[in-house]
Each structure stands twice: as C-alpha cells, then as structure tokens.
C-alpha cells in the first residue's frame, strides 16, 4: 500500500486524463496506442518524479509533514530511490512506443528535469515553480504530438502552465516553516506567506486575458467564456481573496487544494464546449 500512496495514484490519473486531452481536444485523430502508451509513459514518469521528490525531500517533511511515507519509516530511503530510477526508465522506454520522436525527447527531458527539480531546485527561487509548471503542461502536449493535434492541444498547455505556477508558488506558501530551518531560496521565504498571495494575482491575471484572448480570436464561443468566467476564473479569484484575508498555513493548503479541483473544471469546460 506504501508503494501506491507515494506514487500519488489521483496525480497519476491526472497525468492520464492529461495526455488524452491533449490528444483529443477538438481532434476526430485516432492513433490508440501511441496515445496509450504516451499516456502510460508520462503516469510513469510522474509517479517517479513524486518518489524522487519525497526522497530529496525527507529532511523537509520531517518538519512539514512527518507522517508521510519516507519520515514515517514506511518505505526505506534507499528502496524509494531505487524504485524512482525503476519508474523513470520504464518511462522513458514506454516512449519509444509512442511512435513519436518528439515524445521520446520529452520524456528524457522531463526525467532529467523532475530529477534536478527534486535534487537541487525546489529550493531555489522560481526556478523549481517554473519547472514543475512546464513538465505539467507537457501532458498536454506529449498527448497532442502522439495524435498530430499539436495545435489544439497548446492552448490547454498554455492554461497548464499558468494555474499550475499559481498552485505552485501557494504551495510554497504552504511549505515556508520547513523552507526556512533547511535554508531554502523560494519566493515564499524571500517575500513572506502574505506577498504570495499578492504574487498569486499576476498569473491569476493572466489567465482571465488568456481567456478573452481566445474569445476574440474565435477559438473559442461566448458559452465557453461564460463557463470560464463563473467556473474558473470567480473561484480563482475568490480563493486569492481567501489567502490575502489571513495568511495561515491551513488556507493555502486548502487553496492549494481547491486549485487542482479548479484545473479539473477548466479542463471540464473547454471538452464539453
């Protein structure tokens, strides 16, 4: 069970969920098993990232969070290590059955990425934020270049990119008792909890000018927009509001949380519109 929890089985699901859309979103292509394989590379792939990640990051949740799998004592360092590296190259190999050389090079670059996150920048400024952000928008795209819907699939990349940056650096709000005692350079520990929240308004900001962007591009209608405004962009914006009002540890874990609920909507609304 150990085994399955540290993988982050719902995450994984994401990561699926992820690489279909990008292959399907507005695309009648069909090309099943590169895409079931894309999908089965990039779950791997992630699944090791969040190992690798909780490995690199013991000394930090034995102050933030004892009770997950490592600080508990539940699965040995040297055995989650090892089973990462075991994740990272059936990875890697299930791309080659992609049948897409671009999804070969992005598997080997997010590895390599997710590796160096874990190991050297989550603690550094922005850098690990960005990183992260970019390995979860390539889902999408992985998908769309295994079903040749590289075009469609980027303008979910671009959304990808942004509300995970917010999460990301909430998060880091989240995390900044633990960041500090380790010595870490993250923008929570260079700003302070309540500045992220302020920070947070600038992709959330973003995000809405990409949404009408879109609309006054005609990729997308006046229904999708509506749905965008009430269903993502209000709940974005009332959650920002919900962290500047008191900056405590337990809201931006909520936030965090309510975010991810937030992405599964956004991508909710653009597949039915």
Known sequence: MSFIKIIRPFNCLFVILSVYFGAYYQSSNSNIYPIIFAALSASLIAAA?????????????????????????????????????????????????????????????????????????????????????????????????????????????????????????VKDGEDIEGDIKLGAKTLAVKIGR?????????????????????FTKNIIGIKVLSALSVGVSLPLIILIIYILRKSEIKRFTNASFLMKMNMLMLLIILWVG
């Open 194 to 214: 309540k500045n992220i929240a302020v920070v947070s308004i600038f992709p959330a900001l973003a995000i809405i000018l990409y949404t009408i962007f879109l």
């Open 49 to 169: 990232g969040y190992v690798i990640n909780d490995f690199f990051d013991i000394p930090i949740d034995i102050i933030n969070r004892p009770n997950r799998i490592l600080p508990s004592g539940k699965i040995a360092p040297k055995t989650a290590y090892m089973f990462s590296v075991m994740l990272f190259m059936l990875g890697i190999t299930a791309s080659f059955l992609t049948q897409s050389f671009y999804c070969v090079i992005i598997a080997v670059i997010n590895s390599i990425l997710l590796f160096s996150y874990a190991k050297m920048f989550k603690m550094s400024f922005l850098t690990g934020n960005i990183l992260v952000s970019y390995t979860t928008a390539s889902t999408f795209l992985f998908g769309g270049l295994c079903n040749n819907n590289v075009k469609n699939s980027m303008i979910i990349v671009i959304f990808a990119f942004l509300y995970t940056f917010i999460r990301e650096i």
